[in-house]
């Protein structure tokens, strides 16, 4: 895509009602545009970024075996009256509203209720399990306060996965293989070395329930940490039981602020025992199916990437998470047919490209290809035209180099 | 993918409650899931339909210059009372709730104010025009009655593309590149032969605005149409004057059922004036931008398809919104080690294959084929082994005809 395409303009100042890094740079560089508190419209760069995100994220739950679907965002009261979860006293996120007819209707904050009413539907025998389906859903939550920019939305993308198994034997093993698919995640989305399973208070049904906390100075959340056990505990159940299950001091861990990008939780029999989910085992039997829930926020992750992976030259995105991999500048008239080519050549290469084709002087398109966070900068100039050859510049390092076409195209490749 | 891993079953029966025959097909081969009166989840078949659908649209929106992007679903009052849209004596449609404050915010039906709004933060001069932007958003609206299936939801997927021109001129370019743009849409969902664009009323700006109609038994609207001229008339404005405009005569015409897919529209610079979105023009003068809406109602195409497109065996896909290009049967358990080579190859080939693996008598099999809808069926028999053949059998035609592997890899490439 050329610059002069893009109808969004890059920014030098922050909006004055933002106070997160994350919706600063992201408004500055043209991602986002804010609706209302906690509320994001995504142009096309920003748009970009999350599907990539969903990509990694659909190409890892297809991997071990999830099945993509998608609910509804409308509610019905009763599925939720059923668990107790329809109440304001128990969820407090809800959006509600009202079919013409005064009946209630809910704005889905989470599908645990919807997937499990959908579910009695195809689930009779133990030959049908397990189950496990996933969708890319925007999720309302009806936040209190909302000053986190995109890290917590009253409006979000949110893929949510749901496994259902006969057993807890069956559930742990799934459990334990979408825990390491967690893992290949957040390393493609280039905060793995900062991300850890976390131990959290498990509800009713285990001991722990599992976050994945990213180290984050934008973080709601305190995590205490041992890199090199590769342990962390949230401060929820950080006690001496905790401690001694996990074989760590307290002299051990380190206190630090932390995001939430993902969670996955045991619900065990409870939903099923509420709602009547049941299954015909090998004997005959009726038995409640076994529940597990596992959580990404899409457009969280894209906010604790914009905290982290940033300087204050603007974003510095993972190539997988990148809108475009090159930002293509041509410096002056006499190279714009060789930047022309080089634009056509990479993108039949399948390259992504971000051609600034404007009339502006260097410095400004130089300014935006930092500001925008493409993973690598081409410069073509009438200076190194002269001996074929083109400037490289990672933004990671900032470290020019000048290639041949060959050269350029193997670092490309 | 095997039918063995989709959890999703067949069945002969519809559901009770439902009266429309897209919902009937759809909900019997397990595309689609009823929450509640118009709104549907859709299965892990049912999303690879609107995906594919999606794809179609998003490439002939992206070739046209379409820049896809997504708006969110929580609005603003302040913004649609600008332009008198909030009232609920104006749009009827409206979903209403409140933030915790007491904030009243919408649910989107639509997004014409929503883009208005964004873009006054882009748009500054003639020379940030024409802008064309499009998402596909879950649309919320507040039907009184919803018993059309997926054809009129309360919730429903739509493409809604904006345009924002300097002028009338400009503007009209892009309407025509548009409506060229729709029949290419319609020709590929098949459904193009019997789709017209449809002269209706035009509101305050033009004389008509254009619907994309398709005849349809269980549309809601009334149009008349001469298939030899290629022209269409909305009943709203069948009058003398009209028929004048268009050089046809009312005998001329045929009284149908049809079902809006698709409208284009013409606000002129009303909404610009309202919201006061205005560009600096060559000579330094404010001017109000020039605004035209598309729409596709993308869940609405696929139950008008399914209307259309489906016999008293089932639905039958066309190929590029089939979920799966092959059905693959084997039958008997010799027959298994072919067929599972053949599942391999026909992968391999990028052929999204359906293969059913089950223990399940042929008719079984074959009842579920035609009641899917998947274009072409292949069957993996002992008889045939011995020839080393293949049954191949199109859901359009039904009929079957032997063929030998390098026979069946040509019909498919």
Redesign the interface.
Known sequence: MRVS?????TSKNAPADEVAKNAQLLTRAGYI?K??AG??????L??RV?ENIKRIVREEMNAI?G??????????KEVWESTTRWSDDVVDVW???K??DGTD?G?AWSHEE?IM???K???NSYK?LP?N?YQFQ?K?R???RAKSGIMRG??FVMKDMYSLSTDAEQHEIFYQTTIEAYKRIYDRLGIGNDTYVTFASGGAFTKFSHEFQTICDAGEDIIYVNREKGIAVNEEVLNQETLDTLGVTRDELVETKSAEVGNIFNFGTEKSEQMGVHYTDENGAQVPVFLGSYGVGITRVMGVIAEKLSDDKGLVWPKEVAPFTVYLVSIGEAAAQQADELYETLKNKGIEVLYDDRDERPGAKFADAELLGIPYRITVSERNMANEKYEFTPRETGVSEVLTHTELLDKLG
């Open positions: 395409q893009l109808f969004t303009k545009y609706v209302m509320v994001y419209a995504y142009t096309p920003g748009l999350i075996g099945q993509e679907l998608i609910m509804t965002s409308l509610q019905p959006f509600k509203t079919l013409k209707i704005l919807a009413t959908m579910m539907q195809y689930v049908d189950i389906v925007t309302l009806n936040e209190l009253r409006e």
